[in-house]
């Protein structure tokens, strides 16, 4: 963590030389993002506004709610602790939910906060992969392992652990605390499938919010958006699996639908997926 804050420091230094004074006065840059949604995606993109003016990466670790060995939530004071760190210009990220204290925090001036989310059923899957075979050291890696199949595995992703003290709720329990996101003007919220298959719309989307919320673009939007653009590499990220939009309807059974439909609820459509629950 020390090198981490040390390499912060380092290319702050190296951002101060070259911007002046306008780096003061940039916004922090956040993605936040419900996880297996296009994590990396966004902060790559965020990362390409070194190349546009006033930013540093600040390779700091993500801010998260829960502590990944144990699976135990972790206190609000050291999440906004986390968050205070971030100086003006700073690119960085997280997991955090809606809670009031997070809220003010990312969305006071000077902070340009991101969204990123994702179809659920998509997520599901995404969440089986990384626990599994990707994140050996998930407090539910053993768990899943242990598990004779996918469908068992896909069945636990859907409706979670709820026998554990370690809080694992059901796909839509681990998606409310984010939905107030939302409802935020502050926030740009994005889907991930929008970053996948319009992405120049959202990009161009991004590069605005950015804008309006106090980054100097110091060229036109669709220029920026080919700068950005051409940073891409998506299969950079070391969770990167497939990217793909819409996997879940390969591997869904109609018994899986039947148990995501049960505890999702009307989840699809408030996330504007479906019309009802007749997919």
């Given at each position: 963590?020390?090198?981490?804050?040390l390499?912060h420091?380092?290319?702050?230094?190296v951002?101060?030389?070259?911007?002046?004074?306008?780096?003061?006065?940039?916004?922090?840059?956040?993605?936040?993002?419900?996880?297996?949604?296009g994590t990396?995606l966004l902060?790559?993109i965020?990362?390409?506004?070194t190349r546009?003016?006033?930013?540093?990466?600040?390779?700091l670790?993500?801010?998260?709610?829960?502590?990944?060995?144990?699976?135990?939530?972790?206190?609000?004071?050291?999440?906004?602790?986390?968050?205070?760190?971030?100086r003006?210009?700073?690119?960085?990220?997280?997991?955090l939910?809606?809670?009031?204290e997070?809220?003010?925090?990312?969305?006071?001036?000077g902070?340009?906060?991101?969204?990123?989310?994702?179809?659920p059923?998509?997520?599901?899957?995404s969440h089986?992969?990384?626990?599994?075979?990707?994140?050996?050291?998930?407090v539910?890696?053993?768990?899943?392992?242990?598990?004779?199949?996918?469908?068992?595995?896909?069945?636990?992703?859907i409706?979670?652990?709820?026998?554990?003290?370690?809080?694992?709720?059901d796909?839509?329990g681990?998606?409310?605390?984010?939905?107030?996101?939302?409802?935020?003007p502050e926030?740009?919220a994005?889907r991930?499938?929008?970053l996948?298959?319009?992405?120049?719309?959202?990009?161009?989307?991004v590069?605005?919010h950015?804008?309006?919320?106090?980054?100097?673009?110091?060229?036109?939007?669709?220029?920026a958006?080919r700068?950005?653009?051409?940073?891409?590499?998506?299969a950079?990220s070391?969770?990167?699996?497939?990217?793909r939009?819409?996997?879940?309807?390969?591997?869904f059974?109609p018994?899986?639908?039947?148990?995501?439909?049960?505890?999702?609820?009307?989840?699809?459509v408030?996330?504007?997926y479906e019309?009802?629950?007749?997919w």
């Open positions: 963590m020390n090198i981490k804050h390499r420091r380092l290319r702050r230094g951002a101060r030389a070259r911007y002046g004074k306008s780096l003061e006065g940039a916004p922090v840059l956040f993605a936040n993002a419900f996880p297996k949604s990396h902060i790559q965020l990362q390409g506004f546009l003016g006033p930013a540093v990466d600040s390779g670790p993500a801010v998260v709610m829960f502590d990944g060995p144990t699976g135990q939530p972790r206190p609000l004071r050291a999440i906004l602790s986390e968050l205070a760190r971030l003006p210009g700073d690119i960085a990220y997280g997991h939910h809606a809670l009031p997070i809220v003010a925090a990312l969305c006071r001036d902070v340009a906060p991101f969204f990123v989310y994702r179809d059923r998509d997520v599901v899957v089986v992969h990384y626990v599994t075979e990707i994140e050996t050291n998930h539910h890696h053993a768990y899943y392992r242990s598990l004779p199949d996918f469908d068992a595995r896909l069945r636990t992703s409706l979670g652990r709820p026998e554990l003290d370690a809080p694992f709720p796909i839509r681990r998606f409310e605390p984010y939905l107030g996101w939302l409802e935020r926030v740009c994005l991930f499938e929008e996948i298959e319009g992405q120049e719309a959202a990009i161009g989307r590069i605005e950015a804008a309006a919320r106090g980054f100097p673009l110091p060229v036109r939007v669709p220029q958006v700068a950005l653009i051409r940073g891409l590499n998506p950079k070391p969770t990167f699996r497939s990217g939009v819409g996997g879940w309807r390969q591997v059974t018994e899986h639908k039947r148990l995501f439909k049960q505890v999702a609820g009307d989840l699809l408030r996330l504007g019309k009802d629950d007749g």
